[in-house]
T-cell receptor, first 115, second 119 residues
């Protein structure tokens, strides 16, 4: 039962264009969502997050959008740079209490940005 | 500050052998986690420890044991390795969500990983 899904295994974009990575979830108890970026032979690093009380969060070139009714979130990278080439993981959590810290990850999307 | 360190970086085992993966953090975080990453599966939680002296099962705990030795260290043990445990293992830590649920959520910090092959 995959509660967080990233249906696109890979995405290829041109430098300077927008990259849009998508993520769907099924568990309506999820109330916090995160994006992680992972380079080969390294651990994932936190990129950006959003609480379920918001529908948008922006940090520089990165913006995450949340559509709760559709149980869908997306990460926009504008403009894309070759250094953004990495695997991007979407993650979700049900927040505090016994679920605190227990992240559920998607399968990941490999982003390749061509010069 | 080293952040989160993991040893070893690589390991090859034969079926039935045992080994312990080590994780240490200098971030003074209470919570620590062990994940495994497999192709097409993302990261899956094996075990976690919300604080020193406590551990709990995650999504895929079978075949593993853990020890929270102290606040800094959280080890993962494979008692009898199986080929299905071939994977990349990541340790992570997290600070406290002092703001409460629904507000700012402290990110998890990951180690560099251990690549384990079981033949």
């Amino acid at each position: 039962d995959q509660q967080v899904k990233q249906n696109s295994p890979s995405l290829s974009v041109q430098e300077g264009r927008i990259s849009i990575l998508n993520c769907d979830y099924t568990n309506s108890m999820f109330d916090y969502f995160l994006w992680y970026k992972k380079y080969p032979a390294e651990g994932p690093t936190f990129l950006i997050s959003i609480s379920s009380i918001k529908d948008k969060n922006e940090d520089g070139r990165f913006t995450v959008f949340l559509n709760k009714s559709a149980k869908h979130l997306s990460l926009h990278i504008v403009p894309s740079q070759p250094g953004d080439s990495a695997v991007y993981f979407c993650a979700a959590t049900a927040g505090g209490g016994t679920s605190y810290g227990k992240l559920t990850f998607g399968q990941g999307t490999i982003l390749t940005v061509h010069p | 500050n080293a952040g989160v360190t993991q040893t070893p970086k690589f390991q090859v085992l034969k079926t039935g052998q045992s080994m312990t993966l080590q994780c240490a953090q200098d971030m003074n975080h209470n919570s620590m986690y062990w994940y495994r990453q497999d192709p097409g599966m993302g990261l899956r939680l094996i075990y976690y420890s919300a604080s020193e002296g406590t551990t709990d099962k995650g999504e895929v705990p079978n075949g593993y044991n853990v020890s929270r030795l102290n606040k800094r260290e959280f080890s993962l043990r494979l008692e009898s390795a199986a080929p299905s445990q071939t994977s990349v293992y990541f340790c992570a830590t997290q600070g406290e969500d002092v703001s409460g649920p629904g507000s700012s959520y402290n990110e998890q910090f990951f180690g560099p990983g251990t690549r384990l092959t079981v033949l």
